[in-house]
């Protein structure tokens, strides 16, 4: 490129970590609110995020690229100023007039490796909040087919955390009143997690388990080995660095997956992937294909293709699709899908499941509305 058109790229990178310090890092983090706020005045900081490609040009990719090298540094035995920021480093020091200084100074120290993280990593948050939604989506779609046998694909799984989905204990309180509605059976793991849901004014998730998973696989570009401690500090450093408590769930998620050996596949074409594991299954299980906030790294042509093949398969091939992603986004496969009210809450994501209708056609249900981690939903059955 010449310098006219980097100097483009760099001004659009600037703007997108404004808007994110004025509109996304501010409501969770004051860390990051002030990181990307100094990144957003300094063109040599954001350009090093020109070193991903286009679709992961993202603030977050920078951030996680960061923290990731100071929690290296931490683990190398090293403790660089900076990491006296991070809470997930064992720092307690709030953002105050020096942060830009230490920051400047890690940045020129670490550009380097930074950079290659950059190019070479993708956001994998691999959040197991959602499993909160998935979990009661999956008894109703389980109930509703009359199957109790479930075989799970989980498209762009990262690290596979979600395949535990009926490993993890649940938690589901009223948002008004702040009382449990429901848990998981007791004879859940002692050691796994507690996910807390906060359930809107609608549906209420009952407890009752409908399915049992007896077959499980996850997709992705670059699946992480939960067993390589350096992909997992990768995942460690997607999070962000003040919440404790999401922390400590995925350290614990991660513990009971390496006692697991959840199956995870490296694969460049995910639709063909699909077709082949439907190919593969009985006729007695429920397949059930599931992705979140995956489609959104997709570019248009790639995206299409996708919706083709798993269209396809759900309409002809007895294939059930639950997808989480963005409202906007969730209209591009199902444009008559209808608005909630939690929509427009920070973060929403709309859960839509299809299924045949036995015509040769799909079936439509938006089975939730939820945080992008799971934090809160409005269940409608």
């Known amino acids: 490129m010449d310098s006219e058109h980097d100097a483009a790229v760099v001004s659009r990178l600037q703007a997108n970590f404004a808007r994110f310090a004025e509109h996304d890092a501010f409501v969770d983090d004051p860390l990051y609110a002030a990181i990307t706020a100094a990144v957003a005045q300094r063109p040599a900081w954001a350009a090093l995020l020109a070193a991903a490609p286009a679709t992961q040009r993202l603030p977050m990719l920078w951030l996680a690229a960061l923290q990731e090298r100071v929690l290296a540094c931490v683990d190398a035995g090293e403790r660089p100023p900076l990491a006296d ?4 480093a064992g ?13 400047g100074d890690f940045i020129e120290a670490q550009r380097d490796a930074l950079t290659r993280t950059i190019a070479m990593r993708s956001t994998q948050t691999n959040e197991i909040g959602r499993s909160a939604v998935l979990w009661p989506v999956l008894q109703s779609l389980a109930e509703a087919s009359g199957r109790r046998s479930v075989a799970l694909l989980d498209v762009g799984c990262s690290a596979g955390l979600n ?60 699946p992480i080995d939960v067993h390589d401690a350096a992909a997992v500090r990768w995942l460690r450093a997607c999070l962000w660095p003040h919440d404790a408590e999401r922390r400590a769930r995925f350290d614990a998620a991660v ?72 409202p906007t986004l969730s209209r591009t496969w199902w444009p008559d899908k209808p608005a909630t009210t939690a929509d427009t809450l920070p973060n ?34």
Do not use: K
Request: some cysteine; proline content about 5%; glycine content about 6%.
């Open 91 to 103: 720092g307690a020091r709030a953002p105050d007039d020096a942060l830009v200084e230490h920051l």
């Open 85 to 88: 920021y991070f809470s997930s």
């Open 163 to 222: 395949l535990g989905v009926d490993h993890w204990r649940y938690r589901y309180v009223d948002d008004a009143t702040g009382a449990t509605i429901a848990t998981t059976p007791a004879s859940r793991d002692a050691r796994a997690p507690e996910i807390a849901c906060r359930v809107l004014a609608g549906a209420r998730p009952t407890g009752t388990e409908h399915a049992q998973i007896v077959a499980r696989q996850g997709i992705d570009l670059a």
């Open 255 to 326: 513990a009971i997956a390496r006692t697991q050996a959840w199956p995870l596949a490296a694969v460049p074409d995910a639709a063909a992937a699909i077709a082949a594991w439907r190919a593969r299954l009985s006729d007695d299980v429920l397949p059930v294909v599931f992705n979140s906030w995956v489609l959104s790294y997709f570019d248009a042509p790639l995206l299409r293709g996708h919706l083709d093949v798993v269209l396809e398969l759900v309409a002809r091939h007895d294939v059930a699709w639950i997808s989480a992603e963005s």
């Open 348 to 381: 929403a994501t709309s859960w839509t499941v299809a299924r045949p209708d036995g015509n040769g056609g799909i079936a439509w249900r938006l089975a939730a509305t939820s945080h992008a981690h799971g934090r809160w939903m409005l269940y409608e059955g």
